[in-house]
């Protein structure tokens, strides 16, 4: 056999190697999820934050949509007045009705992050890596 025809046959075989590395590695992640209007409302209104919705960006965890992080938007204009640096993540009832923080902070020990990512669960912890790594935490993944 040509070494180009056995090259040729590793290709697939490497591909499909790193895909699923990382598919059991648990490094796959999903986007997070656009809370509806009122789900972002019942957030906002959790959190205790003034001002317009627009000053605030709101996610739910697209495979644990129980579970939220919420942190300053900074591209939103006339906000300056509500910043803040750090996240926070809340957690919400089954009907997302009603919210509650589980933490705010910028930053965190790694013993605590450790205990919010076992709380959250993986697949949560994963999806809000942009809130996470907000509360000061560096095990995202």
Request: net charge positive; with cysteine.
């Amino acid at each position: 056999m040509s070494h180009r025809l056995i090259a040729a046959g590793l290709v697939p075989l490497a591909a499909l190697a790193m895909t699923a590395g990382t598919a059991l590695a648990g490094g796959s992640t999903s986007k997070p999820k656009a809370p509806t209007a009122t789900q972002k409302s019942a957030i906002l209104k959790a959190a205790g934050f003034k001002g317009p919705a627009k000053c605030y960006s709101v996610a739910l965890s697209s495979r644990k949509q129980t579970v939220a992080g919420v942190k300053f938007n900074s591209k939103a204009s006339g906000c300056t007045k509500y910043a803040f640096d750090g996240s926070s993540l809340y957690y919400g009832n089954s009907a997302k009705t009603a919210w509650y923080e589980l933490d705010a902070a910028s930053s965190e020990t790694s013993n605590h992050c450790d205990a919010l990512k076992i709380l959250v669960g993986t697949p949560a912890w994963q999806d809000l890596a942009g809130y996470v790594s907000g509360l000061g935490c560096t095990n995202v993944d």
